[in-house]
């Protein structure tokens, strides 16, 4: 069974930091490429960014929003995806969710999504 | 970044209808095509993926068409389960605003 737990949430000041982390299985992590999602209360999805696989260069791609403030990265040797979060600002409020699409060959397509964790920034 | 837009914001059909969503890219995304179907309190489900594969479950009632800059999600035979907020995202990138299905 495929799993993703994130961790790491909470309540954050504008301008303070938190690192979130989500912790695969089920799956050969390394070969996926993960992303992170996010959505503030009662509004629509929004893509923060996402990491290939290391065989497919493995570097992080950000949504303008984030760009420069936010970090993605990876553990392949311990299945785990990361997401650093710096300069927060109430805007950055939302559950993050992080999440995959992977590819089973002839047992066709699958997504997956963690539970999401809440990310809360006020002072 | 490439951006995507929906059209309607929302809609509101009755049981058996046939619904059509659009999806517009800002540049030709080929078929890097994905639609998401979220209900309330849920996390998003993939319906389907490179513009119009269905994944393995999802009623045929489904249906994604398009390439380039311009795709669409089709739901025929529209049913009371189907009420939920319809995203296209191009692929493991930027999400459309959404589109809120509600029933007559």
């Known amino acids: 069974e495929v799993l993703l737990v994130e961790l790491g949430g909470g309540l954050v000041q504008p301008g303070g930091s938190l690192r979130l982390s989500c912790a695969a299985s089920?799956?050969?992590?390394?070969?996926?490429?993960m992303s992170w999602v996010r959505q503030a209360p009662g509004k629509g999805l929004q893509w923060v960014g996402r990491?290939?696989?290391?065989?497919?260069?493995?570097?992080?791609v950000y949504a303008a929003p984030v760009k420069g403030r936010f970090t993605i990265s990876r553990d392949d040797s311990k299945n785990t995806l990361s997401l650093q979060l710096n300069s927060l600002t109430t805007e950055d409020t939302a559950v993050y969710y992080c999440?995959?699409?992977?590819?089973?060959?002839?047992?066709?397509?699958?997504?997956?999504w963690g539970q999401g964790t809440l990310v809360t920034v006020s002072s | 970044d490439i951006q995507m837009t929906q059209s309607p914001s929302s809609l509101s059909a009755s049981v058996g209808d046939r619904v059509t969503i659009t999806c517009r890219a800002s540049?030709?995304?080929?078929?890097?095509l994905s639609w998401y179907q979220q209900k309330p309190g849920e996390a998003p489900k993939l319906l389907i993926h490179?513009?119009?594969s269905l994944l393995s479950g999802v009623p045929s009632r489904f249906s994604g068409s398009g390439s380039g800059t311009d795709f669409t999600l089709t739901i025929t035979n529209l049913q009371p389960e189907d009420c939920a907020t319809y995203y296209c995202?191009?692929?493991?990138?930027?999400f459309g605003p959404g589109t809120k299905v509600e029933m007559k």
């Open positions: 999440t995959t699409v992977l590819h089973w060959g002839a047992a066709g397509t699958t997504d997956h």
């Open positions: 089920g799956f050969v992590f390394s070969n996926a490429w």
């Open positions: 990491i290939p696989s290391k065989s497919d260069g493995g570097t992080p």
């Open positions: 540049q030709n995304i080929g078929s890097y």
């Open positions: 490179v513009a119009s």
């Open positions: 995202q191009y692929s493991f990138s930027s």
